[in-house]
Nanobody
Framework: EVQLAESGGGLVQPGGSLRLSCTASELKFSAYQMAWFRQAPGKEREGVAVISTGGTAYYADSVNGRFTISRDNAKNTAYLQMNNLRPEDTAMYYC?????????????????WGRGTQVTVSS
């Protein structure tokens, strides 16, 4: 059974940084696109960043220039480095994967999902 496990969330002050990790098991990791989504209470799930199997990254406008997505195929792990965090970044962050999907607008395009890790930005 494919599993995605997120870690690295927590409480951070505005302007601070966090690095999220997503480790996959029972998945041919190098053959899958990897994405991060987030969902705040009362809001729809939104795409944050996605990285292709070839390493090309795409970002939502709201995080472009502050967040960096990366992957380490040898470790079956994707990362989301988040800098200059803002209170509006507070949300549950989810890792997702799919063989083909590269869009950030349609979370339903992704086959596998983790359970999420909470990020709270507050002073």
């Amino acid at each position: 059974e494919v599993q995605l496990a997120e870690s690295g969330g927590g409480l951070v002050q505005p302007g601070g940084s966090l690095r999220l990790s997503c480790t996959a098991s029972e998945l041919k990791f190098s053959a899958y696109q990897m994405a991060w989504f987030r969902q705040a209470p009362g809001k729809e799930r939104e795409g944050v960043a996605v990285i292709s199997t070839g390493g090309t990254a795409y970002y939502a406008d709201s995080v472009n220039g502050r967040f960096t997505i990366s992957r380490d195929n040898a470790k079956n792990t994707a990362y989301l480095q988040m800098n200059n965090l803002r209170p509006e970044d507070t949300a549950m962050y989810y890792c997702a994967s799919d063989r083909n999907a590269l869009d950030l607008e349609f979370p339903q395009s992704y086959t596998y999902w983790g359970r999420g890790t909470q990020v709270t930005v507050s002073s």
